[in-house]
């Protein structure tokens, strides 16, 4: 299929090579990278599980070891967003 642009399947691997890039650069989250990109979260995951595998597996290497960071810390994350909502309601 072609879309006017790239072929489709030049234009997913392209923006799967992007987000890990990104995700790279900036520390991400997959929520954050999906905000970047107009995407899913679920389409980043795939992208960087799935499809950056196949593509390159040096670089969803090391996509996957920032995201896993970010996963483990996730639940401290949410503790001070929690905390920053009741600091500011307190006053």
Do not use: C, W
Not at 10 to 33: K, L, P
Not at 51 to 72: C, M, T, W
């Amino acid at each position: 299929m072609y879309d006017g642009g790239f072929p489709v399947k030049d234009y997913i691997e392209e923006r799967a090579m992007a987000v890990a890039g990104y995700i790279i650069e900036h520390n991400a989250t997959v929520r954050q990278a999906a905000k970047q990109f107009g995407i899913s979260k679920s389409t980043v995951h795939k992208d960087i599980t799935e499809r950056l595998e196949q593509i390159n597996p040096g670089l969803a290497k090391e996509a996957r070891i920032v995201l896993d960071v970010n996963k483990s810390e996730r639940h401290i994350r949410g503790g001070l967003a929690t905390r920053e909502k009741y600091l500011h309601h307190s006053l």
